[in-house]
């Protein structure tokens, strides 16, 4: 996994066409979709969009929900995430982009191949970054594996002529499917299993209510056939829950696919804790799951030595440590 991280979204008809062929900008995505988007974009720390989007849709690009806004400020965030136009040229002036929410968020203009535009937005910070489109914005990133994460929405609609939603040959993981009123939600990941679903498992932990007292995780249980069996995320239910005690507490123990199966951690388990009797890496064992693998190891800010990966080795479960995942596994960690 490179940094940043990219989410790619676009909104389709059923067709497979981002817009039709007349100059009005066409909304495919529904409102309550709409709302989805404005609450992933919440999550990022730049969106970007090839050039003509910006002179085809003229988009603010901006967060819109205040709340979010207000939750952005109060993790020492901007209110909206950097905006990013990729364009061989000067964007014109009165584009929105540049000329509303100034106060909100910055706007830069980049120009180059994907892996250069993702280095340069990585040296200033960009963990985490959302590509709105174009057509062949989506394309180039896509042809260049530089997508994580895709995000289609298709739209009940049939429109006949326009730019295509269009990729490369490529192979995805579907990783969820989700109604959203009229609207249907389709997340792929890409690259390999351990890749993708530490990656999710990362971008669960950005779900976690703030803390300033306790970790942001998130983990996915995957049994040896690419199956689910769980998720889970700090403070889920309760605000004493850890990612993985909440994951595994909705497993039957007995579950015959728990031993080959693995745990996919932001955070190395915890093998010491004060909120509550029983740590994490005492669930997974318990649970008689067989493979860890974990993107940051735990540093001593709320208990002495952590220990929980040390534990895990020595009681026979594989722990897998993946360190180019810490960046990302840090970031909704108002601590880190
Ligand atoms: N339904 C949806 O979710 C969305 C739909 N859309 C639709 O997509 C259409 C636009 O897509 P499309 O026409 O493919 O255009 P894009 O928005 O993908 O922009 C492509 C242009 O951006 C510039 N550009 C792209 N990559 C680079 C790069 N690496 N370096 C420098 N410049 C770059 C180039 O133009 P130049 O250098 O001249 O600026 C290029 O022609 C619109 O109709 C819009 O409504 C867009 C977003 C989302
Ligand atoms: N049409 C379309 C999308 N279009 C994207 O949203 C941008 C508009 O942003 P803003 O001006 O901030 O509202 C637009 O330029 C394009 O990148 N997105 C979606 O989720 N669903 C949709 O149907």
Same mark, same amino acid.
């Given at each position: ?67 979010? =806004? ?14 990013? %136009? ?20 910055? !706007? ?59 990729? %490369? ?14 609207? %249907?939600?389709? =997340? ?47 403070r889920r239910d309760d605000v004493l829950d850890?990612?993985?005690e909440v ?17 996919? !951690? ?9 909120s509550r009797? !029983? ?25 002495? !030595? ?31």
């Amino acid at each position: 996994m490179r940094l940043p991280h990219v989410l790619a979204s676009a909104a389709v008809s059923i067709d497979g066409f981002l817009d039709d062929d007349t100059p009005e900008r066409l909304v495919l995505s529904g409102p309550a979709d709409l709302d989805r988007v404005d609450a992933e974009r919440a999550g990022v720390d730049a969106i970007l969009v090839g050039g003509d989007t910006v002179r085809a849709d003229d988009p603010r690009l901006l967060v819109r929900s205040p709340q979010r =806004r207000a939750d952005r400020l109060a993790r020492g965030l901007r209110p909206s995430p950097l905006r990013v %136009v990729l364009s061989s040229r000067p964007v014109a002036p009165d584009a929105r982009v540049l000329t509303e929410g100034r106060e909100l968020a910055d !706007t830069v203009v980049l120009c180059g191949p994907p892996d250069e535009v993702l280095d340069r937005l990585a040296a200033h910070g960009v963990v985490r970054l959302m590509i709105e489109g174009g057509a062949r914005v989506h394309r180039d990133f896509l042809a260049a594996h530089a997508v994580d994460e895709l995000q289609l929405a298709i739209a009940p609609r049939l429109v006949g002529a326009g730019p295509r939603f269009t990729g %490369v040959p490529l192979q995805g993981h579907l990783v969820e499917t989700r109604r959203v009123e009229q609207d %249907v939600l389709l =997340r792929y990941r890409f690259g390999d299993a351990d890749t993708r679903w530490l990656a999710e498992a990362c971008s669960l932990a950005e779900r976690c209510p703030p803390s300033a007292s306790a970790f942001s995780v998130g983990c996915v249980v995957v049994a040896a056939d690419g199956t689910v069996l769980a998720t889970g995320h700090s403070r889920r239910d309760d605000v004493l829950d850890h990612a993985e005690e909440v994951a595994l507490r909705d497993l039957d123990h007995a579950d015959p696919r728990l031993p080959g199966a693995t745990i996919y !951690t932001s955070l190395e388990p915890c093998g010491q804790r004060a909120s509550r009797p !029983t740590t994490c890496t005492q669930h997974i064992l318990d649970a008689g799951v067989g493979r860890v693998v974990m993107a940051w190891r735990e540093p001593p800010l709320f208990v002495g !030595t952590p220990s929980g990966a040390a534990r895990l080795a020595e009681a026979g479960v594989e722990v897998i440590e993946r360190p180019e995942f810490v960046e990302l596994a840090r970031r909704p960690n108002l601590h880190r």
